[in-house]
């Protein structure tokens, strides 16, 4: 039987662990720092653990070499700003990952062989890439911090280039659409409309909305919902797809604008809190407005100006899409990343044009896009409508990120930006958008801010259970007591894998909290577990965080459910204590920092109602629904 690796250092680890402050000073709020190369250029990255990001290029000409040829996968360290190459045989263009529930990272699909040029050559061959076909490759890792960690691989029965991948609820993951061999936009000859899970459930099935939304239906933007059922956008069509009984239930169009590669919007799911009863809420930014048949006809994609459009739709309880807080600029290609603070920062992309690149004679030296957007924006889903984006004190980028660009966020809350090659190879110079290998780090407001640090923090998260206690200083709180305990959350982070301005599994969840205030000015925070319902945040490797006034603790790994492939086992939530301080003390109402607070508003007093009622009221409708189903 497979044991992940992460399971046997996370039963090493001690119970308390006293966490730390950024290694790295940053340059200052809301600036970018450039901190190394990448070895490969990133069209695809994901943190592995706490020292280390992995990359994941296509075969090309890249300065990291590996095994007599050209690597096409580095391990960034993170402390070091040093890369080692890692030789992946199969060819990772374009294709998709998420984690399994064992810890294990899987990287699906990609292309044909190809030598120098980006042209196809026969595997094995004696181009200078030295590698094999990767359409129906699969590629795991489990992450390590000693460097001996390499990839392993198994095989689908057909081609996936440009998949989706998204983690279920008992942690397997299922493989969704793509095409055989590649392309700018789908067709139908090309087309693989067909869905699969890995570990395999028998043959791949057919999935109705992959033959109805050609040619734009590459990446279908997909997230596991709450009920279970999967929220899938592509091109301009919209449904909820049942993953058990593969029943399709069409929703209406995404209006405004094409969302999907290559249109390549920005899209998260905002954070799922007790304020909002875990209510998944897909947020779609920018894009192109391009009908199904002006892919194909010849327009110069570098004058088609991006889309400023914002929409938003929360399909379990509201099957119509809202308008959102329109983008400053038109965007595509942009990344939104979860901060602890529960904002979105939404970095790279361009004004103008679309993913991918060509011959054509108007493209930007190979580039479909052009303007590149470096000034990034932080979008606060708490805010009034009309008030949500804002780039007051972020300082621009000086590295243009444009086609395969990726963003992902680090432990000590700062942000890893890296990426950008629309080439069919390596270009450095004489272009207007070179291949490019500079690592970034943008650093949040609170970056350069005293960290709380947490004691007692768990190494696994259950669905349901017993709660955990959590030891602040009276410095974490700032001195502050009670205001600062109202202000304190603790929010479970998955950063995802992000490639072509997705970040497949990337969610965030507020654990429901209440406290014990000390008369020395120290606290106890009660937490909770997960919520017992695995579809909610699918078990794997995740990240927590404990934010005081807005400022997060470094992140703690936690595993997130068994450990195991399989379904999980969910305990009643239990209800927390109520709030605590010492006598004469009151309990202030919460704040805006606070975003995720569950109680009414008002000064309270100790032995007023705990947010774990309120959180054990929200578990016992969600496994209502969920058991309707």
Request: net charge negative.
């Amino acid at each position: 039987m497979f044991v992940p690796l992460f399971l046997a250092a996370v039963g090493a680890a001690p119970s308390i662990v006293r966490a730390q402050q950024p290694s790295h000073t940053g340059t200052g709020p809301g600036t970018f720092e450039i901190v190394g190369t990448s070895g490969v250029s990133a069209q695809q990255l994901f943190l592995g653990n706490d020292q280390k990001v992995y990359i994941i290029d296509k075969a090309q000409n890249n300065e990291a070499q590996v095994g007599g040829h050209p690597a096409w996968a580095t391990e960034y360290d993170l402390t070091t700003n040093q890369y080692r190459a890692m030789d992946v045989t199969t060819n990772t263009f374009c294709a998709g990952g998420n984690v399994l529930g064992d810890g294990r990272w899987l990287i699906v699909g990609g292309n044909q062989p190809v030598t120098a040029g980006g042209n196809t050559t026969a595997a094995g061959g004696p181009d200078p890439y030295k590698d094999t076909d990767g359409g129906n490759s699969i590629r795991y890792i489990t992450p390590c911090t000693d460097g001996a960690c390499n990839y392993s691989y198994d095989t689908m029965d057909n081609r996936r280039w440009y998949p989706t991948l998204e983690t279920l609820a008992d942690g397997s993951i299922i493989m969704i659409g793509g095409n055989q061999y590649g392309g700018y936009v789908n067709n139908q000859g090309n087309n693989n409309p067909t869905f699969e899970f890995y570990p395999s459930r028998g043959p791949r099935q057919n999935l109705t909305i992959l033959f109805t939304t050609l040619p734009a239906n590459l990446y279908p933007l997909t997230w596991l919902l709450p009920s279970n059922k999967l929220l899938i956008q592509t091109n301009w069509g919209t449904e909820l797809f049942d993953p058990v009984t593969f029943e399709e239930d069409t929703l209406p169009d995404v209006p405004h604008a094409v969302r999907t590669y290559p249109a390549s919007a920005a899209t998260a799911m905002l954070p799922l809190t007790p304020a909002n009863n875990y209510t998944a809420t897909m947020l779609f930014c920018g894009g192109s407005d391009l009908q199904p048949d002006q892919w194909t006809a010849g327009l110069d994609m570098t004058q088609v100006p991006a889309q400023a459009s914002c929409v938003t739709i929360s399909p379990d309880v509201d099957r119509t899409w809202h308008d959102d807080d329109d983008l400053p600029d038109g965007r595509t290609m942009s990344n939104f990343i979860l901060l602890p603070d529960q904002t979105l920062f939404l970095c790279n992309g361009a004004n103008k044009g679309t993913a991918g690149y060509g011959t054509d004679p108007w493209t930007k030296g190979d580039s479909y896009a052009d303007i590149p957007i470096l000034t990034p924006l932080i979008y606060d889903p708490s805010k009034p409508a009309g008030s949500r984006f804002t780039a007051d004190g972020l300082s621009a980028s000086t590295v243009p990120r444009m086609y395969h660009s990726t963003a992902t966020l680090l432990p000590d809350g700062s942000v890893f930006v890296a990426g950008s090659s629309p080439h069919p190879d390596v270009v450095l110079t004489n272009t207007e958008y070179p291949t490019e290998y500079r690592v970034e780090r943008f650093y949040p407001w609170y970056y350069q801010k005293t960290r709380p640090a947490p004691q007692g923090l768990p190494t696994t998260l259950s669905y349901g259970g017993d709660m955990f206690d959590v030891n602040l200083s009276a410095a974490d709180l700032n001195e502050d007591g009670a205001t600062a305990l109202e202000q304190t959350t603790v929010v479970v982070i998955r950063t995802g894998y992000a490639t072509h301005a997705i970040n497949f599994g990337q969610r965030m969840l507020q654990l429901d909290n209440s406290y014990t205030l000390n008369k020395d000015g120290s606290a106890v925070l009660h937490v909770s577990q997960m919520p017992p319902n695995p579809a909610m945040f699918a078990p794997g490797p995740a990240w927590l965080f404990v934010v005081v006034n807005g400022v997060p603790s470094i992140g703690k790994m936690v595993m997130i459910g068994s450990g195991k492939i399989g379904t999980q086992p969910t305990l009643a939530a239990t209800v927390l204590p109520e709030k605590s301080v010492p006598a004469g003390t009151t309990i202030p109402s919460n704040t805006t920092i606070n975003k995720g607070g569950s109680e009414d508003a008002g000064v309270r007093t100790a032995g007023s109602l705990s947010g774990g009622a309120v959180f054990a009221a929200v578990a016992a409708t969600v496994l209502a629904a969920v058991a309707a189903l």
